[in-house]
């Protein structure tokens, strides 16, 4: 027996052991033995709705047919297995006419573990088809193939990717098709290395490639990694895992406009979720802290069907988003998820089975609230609808939430602190004292940075909504590739004579019985730029160099990831104020008419700007922030909105509508945004859209202010999500380098559980990098002399390979920094031969 069959086996005798619940069907090897087995299965669970009487072959043959209707693609099968009720049927006409048309259970998504529930093992299956292919081993639930597992011998070369890539082939071949076309996860592994993902919602190369960034490995409760075989083995496919991982743990995505799929959870959403429905049933509250990118939406959104689907004692859901600035965001979001609900996406719609979402008034959410309870309705809102509703409710003779007094009721808060003050949670418990709420946070309110509040308002997370229930912190992220790291340049504009006579002026003001320059002299950098006035950085020439900077030629290569001499990243540039946000505007615009905004050299032939309108700019501010100031500067905001609609053919007069298209545009998410020069390349920004927009394509935050604890981190992250051809986030401050140092270790040291190294997460600069570049040349140089010595030995062939990748590696995170393209001459005779070295060892 070789290897990869001894793990087979070794799998098999794991999944078979009582308390795992599968049952070895060895006796199955075809395709054919499937059908025959899946047809028993049928006439069990529906031997009184058959009359006793099992489906003859002329009825078998027909409920077949409508399968393969049914399964047709992916994403059908996964929507038919969530079935009416989470029920999955197939309606059948009796071939003795006297016993009509019945309708047949094949699965139950709430039968976990129990009810008609069964759970087979089969492996090394032959297709009808094709006798090459063999499927390693199948999961089935009540005959129904769920879960599809490739295994590969410990000591293959590309461990896992091999059996994913074997997965990849069968599908493109139609091994999963027919009967196999319900299965709804894969895992690969080489018994040391273990992946899970959810099926491709098509069985093409183009779907698998795209899969291959969702390929996760498990983790537990505390996110320690469970990468063997046999431990995820017990801790995932055993019974009920393994079902409530179908059942409760995957969704269904149909974005209306590019494609439609079964996307299955992350463990730390699942592990969070539990959480939640556990503390629920015990009328107790919490918050999650999971890392800012790490799908807190979803995990909200989920966490709160399930509580609607099936969490005993808990009357009704409610999520709470606030996303008043990102408002057609939210709503395509959420009608993503519309199919898994019968009744698809609604606005104070109170039927079973409903998905509300953006309710029109507070009336319609009132009706929405006060409608059947446990009907599996998902109320979708806003803080600000919801505090309107229960005030209008007050305001009534009789107050017409007087029912729901008694019901328990449970809001789970996406992006908590944002969302719902703890003011307004406590005016909503006053008139739902039953109710009990859960936050999600990427960025806790600790001791160290609470918030200033009077009186009893809580000043922490904790205080606010209880305990800690689940943490997955943005180090856990970084380690599990789920965002990209961060790589951030501190620099200083203030020209040095204007810097050093504006400090001596402060100080001898501030100090007047002491030498100011005694006193500056003991004064460390962070005391003098504690010092530094706004109006440094309002100086006309303080805002030409900065822009000089975003703008030079060799930067904006890598910054904007320029390909065939287009941009295909975007930036943002956020300051302090939108009178400084409106000078740098104003100052670019007059910096590209005089021809001065781009500069510098191109890098060298290959990369170079061809794009004629760069840099498509624009500003956006939120309602909040322009309250004060858009009155007396509407006409100004007029201009900016024509100018606008005059680069991109728009006929905008709605600040609303305008915002909204901005953040189209710059997210470039929809094909239309994503050529012809459609897209945005940079906003400039105070608040608006650093927090909670999701844009992968953004890979810079030009940073023209200070930021401190959790806005640094919820801003900076705006930079980290992965996109194709991003290395990291990047980021660029342009003021008070020493504070702001200070603060990104503040903030990484904050948001990092104690436990972990948060050193380690501090964005390396760029001497650090470039001498670890240099260290790294060194190795390969001596791995390369090392092989001539003995060119046959496998370890010193592995040792260049390594050796080689490295410093690939690192001359990819090097390249964006600004100062690697002042040293590149440094580097030249280094990187001319990187490409050369792809292939230096074939293994």
Not at 475 to 490: G, R
Not at 527 to 542: A, P, S, T, V
Not at 687 to 701: E, S
Not at 794 to 812: D, G, P, S
Request: net charge neutral; charged share 25%.
């Amino acid at each position: 027996m070789n290897h990869e069959a001894q793990t087979e086996k070794s799998f098999i005798e794991i999944l078979t052991q009582r308390e795992n619940q599968w049952t070895y069907r060895d006796d199955i090897k075809t395709e054919a033995a499937l059908w025959d087995n899946l047809r028993r299965h049928i006439n069990r669970i529906n031997l009184a709705r058959l009359d006793g009487v099992p489906l003859t072959n002329k009825e078998f043959e027909q409920l077949k047919v409508e399968f393969m209707r049914l399964t047709a693609t992916p994403f059908n099968a996964s929507q038919w297995l969530r079935g009416e009720n989470g029920v999955a049927a197939i309606h059948v006409e009796r071939e003795d006419v006297k016993r009509g048309r019945v309708s047949v259970v094949l699965f139950s998504n709430k039968d976990i573990a129990g009810g008609i529930s069964s759970y087979e093992v089969v492996n090394q299956i032959k297709p009808d088809t094709n006798t090459d292919m063999r499927g390693d081993v199948t999961l089935l639930i009540n005959g129904l193939p769920i879960i599809h597992v490739e295994l590969k011998a410990e000591s293959a070369k590309d461990g896992y990717m091999q059996a994913f890539e074997q997965i990849q082939r069968y599908a493109e071949a139609g091994f999963f098709d027919g009967i196999f076309a319900t299965i709804q996860i894969f895992v690969v592994s080489n018994k040391v290395s273990t992946k899970y993902f959810a099926r491709p919602g098509a069985n093409t190369s183009k779907a698998f490639e795209a899969a291959k960034k969702f390929l996760f490995n498990w983790r537990t409760s505390d996110n320690e990694p469970v990468e063997n075989l046999y431990d995820f083995t017990r801790q995932v496919l055993s019974i009920p895992s393994a079902h409530e991982l179908i059942s409760k743990f995957t969704i269904l995505v149909d974005d209306q406009k590019k494609q439609k799929f079964l996307m299955v959870l992350r463990p730390y959403q699942v592990h969070a979720i539990q959480k939640i429905i556990g503390k629920a049933a015990k009328h107790e509250g919490g918050f999650v802290w999971h890392a800012t990118g790490s799908g807190k939406t979803i995990t909200s959104f989920v966490a709160t069907k399930l509580l609607a689907q099936i969490s005993i004692g808990v009357d009704r859901t409610v999520m709470v988003v606030d996303r008043t600035d990102l408002d057609s965001q939210t709503k395509d979001e959420f009608s993503k998820f519309a199919s898994e609900f019968h009744t698809g996406l609604a606005s104070g719609n109170v039927k079973d089975n409903a998905l509300i979402v953006g309710v029109d008034n507070q009336r319609q959410l009132s009706n929405s609230l006060l409608s059947n309870k446990n009907n599996n309705t998902i109320i979708v809102t806003t803080i600000q609808k919801l505090s309107a509703a229960v005030r209008g409710a007050k305001e009534t003779e009789n107050n017409k939430f007087e029912k729901l007094k008694s019901e328990h009721i449970v809001f789970v808060v996406d992006e908590c602190h944002r969302a719902v003050s703890d003011e307004q949670m406590k005016e909503i418990k006053k008139l739902l004292p039953n109710s009990t709420w859960f936050g999600l946070t990427g960025t806790p309110i600790f001791e160290e940075n609470q918030k200033q509040e009077n009186g009893t308002f809580a000043r922490t997370t904790q205080q606010q909504y209880g305990n800690l229930l689940h943490a997955y912190t943005t180090k856990n992220a970084m380690d599990d590739n789920s965002v990209l790291n961060f790589q951030v340049e501190y620099h200083c504009l203030l020209d040095e004579d204007s810097k050093a006579e504006f400090l001596y002026r402060t100080v001898k003001g501030k100090y007047p019985k002491l030498d100011p320059i005694k006193k500056l002299a003991d004064m460390t950098e962070n005391d003098k730029e504690e010092l530094q006035d706004k109006e440094l950085f309002e100086r006309d020439e303080y805002i030409e160099a900065m822009l000089k900077k975003i703008f030079k030629r060799q930067s904006v290569i890598e910054r904007f990831k320029v390909i065939n001499g287009y941009p295909t990243m975007s930036a943002v540039l956020t300051t302090h104020s939108i009178a400084q946000a409106k000078r740098i505007y104003h100052k670019l615009q007059e910096m590209r008419s005089s021809g001065i905004l781009l500069n510098g050299r191109e890098l060298d032939e290959r990369h170079t700007l061809r794009d004629p309108d760069f840099p498509r700019v624009t500003i956006t501010y939120s309602t909040s922030e322009t309250q004060g100031e858009m009155n007396e500067a509407q006409a100004e905001v007029n201009a900016i909105m024509q100018e606008y609609n005059t680069v991109f053919g728009t006929n905008y007069t709605d600040t609303d509508q305008f915002n909204k298209n901005i953040n189209s545009r710059l997210a470039r998410k929809d094909a239309q945004y994503q050529q012809d020069g459609k897209w945005l390349d940079m906003v400039i920004v105070v608040d608006r859209l650093l927090t909670g927009f999701d844009a992968p394509t953004i890979q810079t935050l030009y940073v023209d202010r200070e930021l401190k604890y959790q806005k640094l981190l919820q801003a900076f992250s705006r930079t980290n999500r992965i996109a194709p051809g991003k290395e990291h986030g990047i980021v660029v401050s342009f003021r008070k380098p020493a504070t702001m140092r200070k603060n990104v270790e503040d903030a990484i040291r904050l948001f990092t559980n104690q436990q972990q190294n948060w050193e380690a997460l501090v964005p390396q600069e760029y001497a650090e990098v470039k001498a670890a570049f240099l260290t790294a040349h060194e190795q390969l140089q001596q791995a390369k002399n090392d092989l001539e010595e003995d060119p046959n030995n496998i370890k010193n062939k592995i040792a260049q390979v390594r050796a080689y990748q490295k410093l690939e590696k690192i001359q990819r995170a090097m390249k964006s920094y600004e100062n690697y393209q002042e040293d590149f001459e440094e580097f030249e005779h280094i990187v001319k031969v990187l490409p050369k070295k792809r292939d230096i060892v074939k293994i």
